[in-house]
């Protein structure tokens, strides 16, 4: 029989305190004044501001996932919200940034590392946006903010064959802890796809956590539920997303078409 590690160990502790429901994380992508926008993943820097004085009001803190699950492990997340923001645009470190800073909060930001410096070309129907630099990384993490990782090209892990998969999982581990000189622990599943297979992947690859957006049942460490915060989302519609935070166990009517299962009924 092997020996259980710490990271083992830590993880099994997270999966044993883990609330039900599981602690609330928010999921935005890119924050820049942008009118078209077919899958609604842009929040404008004045819409975003506002979002976080709401967070700030009701004495909440965002935080970075990382920070989230260890606060979790040691009993004293209350209070606590995490913030994270996939795709790894690079208006994060012009928009987002100092408006986080400001605060006084983190966030995590899951970046693909076969695309620095490139941009969103999944989006088939655009807009093109930049993406983050190997550059841009540096100074996130010299800010204070996590980075994780969205796998290499955003490719659904779900429909991926053996090989795609081991490659998106460890091969972006590798490439992001060279450049922010720290081991990656966090995962993000591209489009939210996920299941056993992908999950398995991920915890394989070395990864501390795994994010997704509704897991249902598959919901833990490696397969966090988030909640998309968009442009639409004033105080009251925030107030109302949190209250029904327990409720969330498939995906919400109002999700961005991007991560809706094809063929799937919401609910």
């Not at 506002?50 to 004293?76: K, M, N, Y």
């Not at 899951?110 to 989006?123: E, K, M, P, Q």
């Not at 996130?140 to 779900?158: P, R, Y």
């Not at 639409?232 to 935070?245: E, M, S």
Request: hydrophobic share 40%; with cysteine.
């Amino acid at each position: 029989m092997s020996a259980v590690t710490a990271p083992d160990r830590a993880r099994a502790r997270i999966r044993r305190l883990l609330p039900t429901p599981p602690p609330w994380v928010a999921m935005y992508h890119s924050i820049t004044d942008a009118a078209d926008d077919p899958y609604q993943v842009t929040v404008s820097p004045v819409r975003f501001a506002r979002q976080l004085h709401w967070l700030g009001d009701r004495g909440l803190r965002g935080v970075s996932v990382r920070e989230l699950l260890d606060a979790t492990a040691a009993g004293r997340a209350r209070g606590l919200v995490g913030l994270t923001f996939d795709d790894g645009y690079a208006d994060f470190l012009e928009s987002a940034l100092p408006l986080l800073r400001r605060h006084g909060f983190t966030a995590t930001v899951f970046v693909l590392a076969g695309r620095l410096g490139g941009d969103n070309a999944w989006d088939e129907r655009g807009p093109r946006k930049p993406l983050l630099t190997e550059d841009d990384i540096a100074r996130i993490v010299e800010a204070g903010m996590e980075v994780g990782s969205h796998g290499l090209l955003h490719t659904s892990l779900v429909t991926a064959d053996d090989a795609t998969l081991a490659e998106d999982t460890r091969r972006s581990r590798a490439l992001l802890s060279e450049i922010t000189g720290t081991a990656t622990a966090g995962y993000c599943y591209p489009y939210g796809d996920v299941d056993a297979r992908a999950v398995r992947a991920v915890r394989e690859a070395g990864y501390r956590y795994g994010c997704a957006i509704s897991p249902g049942a598959l919901t833990g460490a490696y397969a966090l539920p988030r909640i998309h915060i968009g442009e639409r989302d004033t105080p009251w519609r925030l107030t109302a997303k949190r209250a029904l935070h327990a409720l969330r166990r498939r995906r919400p009517a109002d999700l961005p078409e991007r991560f809706r299962p094809v063929g799937a009924a919401l609910s």
